[in-house]
């Protein structure tokens, strides 16, 4: 078998975007292409980071807009076109992120051209809950589609233990399940003292805030409000709240924030990015806060260790696989503003153990969650398949 692999990441969505799985394969493929060829196959070129120089990219797929039937034209062109694709370069691998559509684009010139498959789920491609209307599996049409294509690829590969039963009930087989957690680059991590001063201006935070940080998207399956009325209740002098992130909670949370008047206390700063301050802010935290009703992963987490910094999150599967409660952090209930006022209250009240809880994470992140042992256990993964081909 050649040492260098020609290895295909496949996402039907834009690149290199910043976003949840977007990030992940970012990562991926530059830490594969320290060894191997790494090829790119999304739908156009985003504008948010720079194109990495090591990795090839097909900018060739489309996401045809028209409605009932722009997604059934959009798999016919895109499985099309994947196919020329691949007939041309002969991958040695194909890595699709998520699982929907991305196994229904490659899975058949995949089969025709014998090249191993492997699918990533990120979340809400396999998780759902009926009750709020999230994941994609709450569309029954995409839900039985799932279910006839998720046992045609060689491994699924799972972010988080949390994923397994909603991967079993998506028709994945138990042989075929990967758990491979995503990973972040130690080495992004970037400060700059000018624009930590900037942010200090613009959220009015002084030296001795105790500052309180929500990253992530303003949606209500991610229960902001929950945090904003946890923070309100604990009543904490010099204490900041932050909400760093867009979404269509944000003017309730503005007007929330009004009518508690926590304006002197709450900050907006919208999308925040590496280039805009989003380590800066981090670092200028003392806590980050996930109060979610769902997670297939977080990578703000890893990212809040990687800067030494505990963490405080809701008591579901994924979160309970990341934060070490007493260690890295603390656990409540979801829906709890009152499990968040006493854990916020227990954080400002307790500095040293804050610290230590940082710095117990940052241990954490760099012996399990690094971009490097997450790209490790992929080329593992890529090599069992290829040398059983």
Not at 99 to 122: D, E, N, Q, R, Y
Not at 190 to 212: Q, W
Not at 342 to 355: F, G, S
Request: hydrophobic content about 40%; aromatic content about 10%.
């Amino acid at each position: 078998m050649k040492d260098e692999l020609k290895i295909c990441l496949l996402m039907p969505k834009m690149f290199p975007r910043i976003g949840g799985f977007e990030n992940v394969v970012y990562d991926l493929s530059r830490g594969l292409s320290c060894h191997h060829k790494v090829q790119v196959v999304f739908t156009s070129i985003s504008s948010d980071r720079p194109l990495p120089q090591e990795v090839e990219v097909y900018p060739v797929l489309k996401e045809i807009k028209i409605r009932y039937i722009g997604f059934l034209l959009s798999l016919l062109y895109n499985s099309i076109f994947f196919f020329f694709y691949a007939w041309q370069e002969r991958p040695d691998m194909v890595n699709v992120h998520p699982v929907f559509p991305g196994v229904m684009i490659t899975w058949c010139s995949c089969k025709l051209l014998k090249i191993p498959l492997v699918a990533t789920s990120h979340g809400g491609d396999i998780q759902f809950s009926p009750q709020k209307d999230y994941g994609t599996r709450s569309s029954p049409l995409a839900n039985w589609i799932l279910k006839k294509t998720l046992p045609l690829v060689d491994r699924h590969v799972l972010i988080s233990k949390a994923m397994y039963p909603f991967a079993r009930s998506a028709g994945s087989r138990d042989s075929r399940i990967e758990i491979i957690p995503n990973g972040v680059d130690p080495d992004s991590v970037s400060l700059d003292s000018e624009r930590r001063r900037r942010l200090e201006n613009e959220l009015n935070i002084k030296r001795d805030d105790f500052v309180v940080l929500y990253l992530g998207r303003l949606i209500d399956l991610k229960r902001p409000q929950d945090l904003l009325y946890g923070f309100h209740q604990a009543k904490l002098d010099n204490a900041k709240l932050v909400f760093a992130g867009s979404g269509d909670k944000e003017i309730e949370l503005k007007k929330m924030v009004h009518d508690l008047s926590l304006e002197d206390k709450v900050s907006f700063t919208g999308f925040i990015t590496p280039e805009t301050g989003k380590w800066d802010l981090i670092n200028l935290s003392q806590v980050l806060v996930v109060p979610s009703l769902s997670e297939g992963f977080n990578l703000t987490v890893l990212e809040a260790y990687a800067s030494s910094k505990p963490v405080i999150g809701t008591r579901i599967g994924a979160l309970e696989e990341l934060i070490n409660p007493g260690k890295t952090g603390l656990l409540v209930d979801t829906c709890s503003p009152d499990g968040i006022k006493e854990a916020l209250t227990y954080m400002y009240q307790h500095p040293e153990k804050r610290e230590k809880m940082g710095l117990v994470g940052q241990e954490l992140f760099l012996a399990k969650y690094t971009r490097d042992k997450m790209v490790q256990k992929y080329q593992k993964l890529y090599l069992s398949l290829i040398n059983k081909k």
